[in-house]
C-alpha cells in the first residue's frame, strides 16, 4: 500500500529500515538544504546569461532596422530634393519626338510614329522600325512584312515586287536620337525635298533634281584631299555638256548654283537667281549641300542605301503619292 502510495519502490537495504527512515532519506536525496541554495545560483547565474543574450541579439537587430527605414519611400515627408540630386535624371532617356505622317493616300487620316514604331501597326512590334510595302504578306512566323501598305495604282510589274513587299522604311536610332528615312527597293524611287541642307558621305553618289535640271554629285578622296565630283545634266539648258566632270576638294571657295553670277550657272525660269550652294564644313569635315530657299527647292532624289535624317517638315513622293512629315514635340 505505501509503496504505490509514493509511486516509487522502496529501497533494498541489509539492514531493516522503518518507514520514517525510508522517507527521511528520499527527502535528503531530493531537496536537500545545500543543494537547492546552488541550484538557485545557477538558476540566477542562467537567468544573467539570457539577459545578456538578449541584449547583444537586440544590439545587433538594431542596425537592420536602421537599413531597413529608407525602403520607406511612399511616406508623406518625401524631399523633392532626391529628384534632383538622386540618379532619377541620369536614368531619363531623352524624350523622342513624334513624326506626323499626312497625305492623299492615307485619305485624310494621320499616321502617327512614335520611337518604338508606327501605332496600330499590321507588324504590332516595338522594334524602332516602320515599313511600308506593297504586299500584305506574312513571314514564316505569322507577323506580316509591313505596318502599312501603300497602293500604287498601276503597278504590274511582279519583277519590281520582292519576297516582302517593302518599298521604304522610317527607323529611330538610339544613339543620335533622331528618325531616319531610307529606301529598301532599289526598283522605286523617292523624291525628298531639301529644305535646309545635306551632308555628303565618302564614295557615295548623290542625284539631285533642281528644276529639269539633274545633278549627280559624288564625294571622292581625291591625293587624300576631300574632293567632289560634280555631272549636270538638263532639259532646259543645252549649254550644259552631261560629259563633262567638274572637280572642287575642301580647299576651294563654296560652289554656288544659281540662274546667274554663280560658279554653277544654269539658264533655266525653273533656277532661281541664287538657287543652293556646295560648301565644306570643317567641324563636321564633310561637305553638305544647302537650299538657299529657292522658289521650286531642290530634291534629292533617292535611291537603294539612301538615307535621311528626319527633322522639322519634310515632303517627299513615292511615284506620284505625295507624303508630308511633320515633327511633333
Known sequence: MLNSFFCCKVPKTEKSETIVDILSSTQQNHSPRLKHESTKEKEKEKEKEKEKIKEKEQSKKIPSKKKEEPEKIFSTQISF????????????????????????????????????????SRRKKNDNQTFFGITEGNDYTGTPYNDFIINLQNENNEDKIPSNGRIFGISYSKKTHDYQLY??????????????????????????????????????????????????????????????????????????????????NINSTCISKQHAVIEFNEEEGKFLFKDLQSTNGSILIMKDDDVIKLNGFMKFKLNDILFNILELP
Open 81 to 120: 530634393s532626391n529628384f534632383k540630386e538622386g540618379n532619377f535624371e541620369e536614368e531619363k532617356s531623352p524624350q523622342a519626338k513624334k513624326l506626323l505622317l499626312t497625305g492623299e493616300l492615307f485619305f485624310n487620316k494621320e499616321l502617327i510614329i512614335t520611337h518604338y514604331g508606327l501605332i496600330n
Open 183 to 264: 529606301i529598301l527597293n532599289g526598283n522605286y524611287y523617292i523624291y525628298y525635298e531639301i529644305r535646309d541642307s545635306l551632308y555628303f558621305f565618302n564614295n557615295k553618289e548623290y542625284l539631285f533634281l533642281l528644276g529639269r535640271t539633274f545633278l549627280t554629285v559624288t564625294q571622292k578622296d581625291i591625293n587624300k584631299v576631300k574632293s567632289l565630283e560634280i555631272k549636270m545634266e538638263s532639259e532646259d539648258d543645252n549649254n550644259i555638256d552631261p560629259n563633262k566632270v567638274l572637280n572642287y576638294n575642301k580647299n576651294d571657295s563654296p560652289i554656288t548654283i544659281g540662274r546667274i553670277n554663280s560658279k554653277i
